[in-house]
């Protein structure tokens, strides 16, 4: 019998499911370890670590080993992604609008017209310093980053790792970022419903994965308006401007959620035209929406469709 | 002196029985109680009923299912199923 729970964390729904006899504690374990992790690596609480981080910039700051893992995996995402994996486009971010959590502006609306970007004056990702063995980390000053594009998966498989500890096989899922441990007694595979990104309350298809990650990046779930624009969040680092891309969701699947996170979002950034240019992408077995609804993919992505789904496609 | 002892013996004795035979006048002439109103009826609030409480054994025995209970009752609500609804969409 698999057990289940559904939050809220993180401005998305989680879901953590498991089976077993410890899956009740596991469950509520690892509750409480995102709860912490949302308090620690939020750029939207005033107290979180990486708030702190941004704040002091220009000066040597004293991380946990958490953050200290999480940016370097940043950086080395940035590098393999050829920069478009870029944790330092906050600034861009907020002059689009997106400067408050998705609920406020959703409650609320953006605050203020975009002022003059300083994108081209800034300093880079790459130029944060590192003291390992002090655990320090240093911004150089006139730079903020949002880890929120590779925090969530970090969370995901960390909770994940969490929760197996308690019980054999377990899934968890926070907006749809989801890895699987181990597989149901029943020796299926884990069903997994593709949203469409057109209408996310209907389905696409329906997905199977044995173990392993799936995570999906979409524009059209934190959208608003600014003046007559409507933006995304999805910031194109060569650009500085929400991405133009003729994909409205990539959905990537991969034995690492951070490496899924990451590259459903770089994909999309790059769209049908350039992806290939990422190194690695075309190893990775990936699933796109356009705005028609069809779906297209690396080469083997019909092997996780149901074929009863895929009958409709 | 004689003669004072027997005067305030005899005040005594006289204001003794003046205040008898006075406050037996004074309830003689009372007005007598009020009898209760054959109108008014009495209601008897019935005791509630309450469930039984669950064994204590329930607690410490080895029963599967109990592992399968939720430990709270709060959110986030924790249910069985065969199959979790997995989604992914992006958020």
Request: aromatic fraction near 8%.
């Amino acid at each position: 019998m698999i057990s289940s729970i559904e939050f809220r964390a993180m401005n998305t729904s989680v879901m953590l499911a498991a089976e077993g006899d410890g899956a009740i504690l596991g469950m509520y374990a690892t509750k409480l370890f995102i709860d912490d992790c949302e308090q620690r690596f939020s750029r939207f609480l005033p107290a979180s670590e990486v708030t702190e981080l941004n704040r002091y910039a220009g000066n040597w700051l004293q991380v946990s080993d958490e953050l200290m893992e999480l940016l370097q995996l940043s950086m080395e995402y940035h590098k393999s992604t050829k920069g478009i994996f870029d944790p330092s486009i906050l600034s861009d971010l907020k002059q689009a609008g997106y400067d408050r959590s998705m609920d406020e502006i959703r409650a609320h609306g953006v605050h203020n017209l975009p002022e003059v970007s300083n994108r081209l004056s800034r300093p880079s990702f790459d130029e944060i310093s590192f003291d390992i063995d002090n655990r320090r980390v240093r911004l150089p000053r006139g730079l903020e980053i949002d880890l929120g594009g590779i925090a969530k998966g970090w969370i995901v498989e960390k909770a994940a790792q969490l929760l197996h500890k308690y019980v054999e096989a377990c899934g968890v899922s926070a907006g749809g970022d989801i890895l699987f441990i181990g597989r149901p007694q029943d020796g299926m595979d884990w069903d997994v419903s593709l949203e469409d990104p057109r209408t996310p309350t209907e389905l696409l298809t329906q997905l199977h994965v044995p173990a392993g990650a799936i995570a999906t990046s979409s524009i059209m779930k934190r959208t608003w308006s600014q003046g007559e624009k409507v933006r995304h969040h999805l910031i194109d680092p060569r650009t500085g401007e929400p991405a133009k891309t003729d994909w409205l969701s990539v959905t990537v699947i991969s034995p690492s959620v951070i490496e899924a996170d990451v590259f459903a979002k770089a994909i999309l950034i790059t769209g049908e035209k350039d992806f290939s240019g990422l190194p690695g992408a075309k190893e990775l077995t990936f699933i796109a929406v356009d705005s028609n609804g069809n779906l297209s993919g690396s080469a083997n992505y019909k092997d996780y469709i149901y074929e009863f789904a895929s009958e409709s496609i | 002196m004689k003669f004072l002892k027997i005067g305030i013996r005899f005040w005594i004795t006289i204001t003794s029985v003046l205040s008898f035979l006075t406050g037996w006048i004074m309830l003689a002439h009372a007005p007598k109680p009020t009898q209760s109103s054959s109108g008014l009826t009495t209601v008897v609030t019935p005791l509630p009923t309450l469930e039984p409480l669950n064994q204590l054994s329930t607690f410490g025995s080895d029963d599967d299912n109990f592992q399968n209970q939720p430990l709270f009752n709060v959110q986030p609500n924790t249910r069985a199923q065969f199959r979790p609804a997995f989604r992914t969409g992006g958020s």
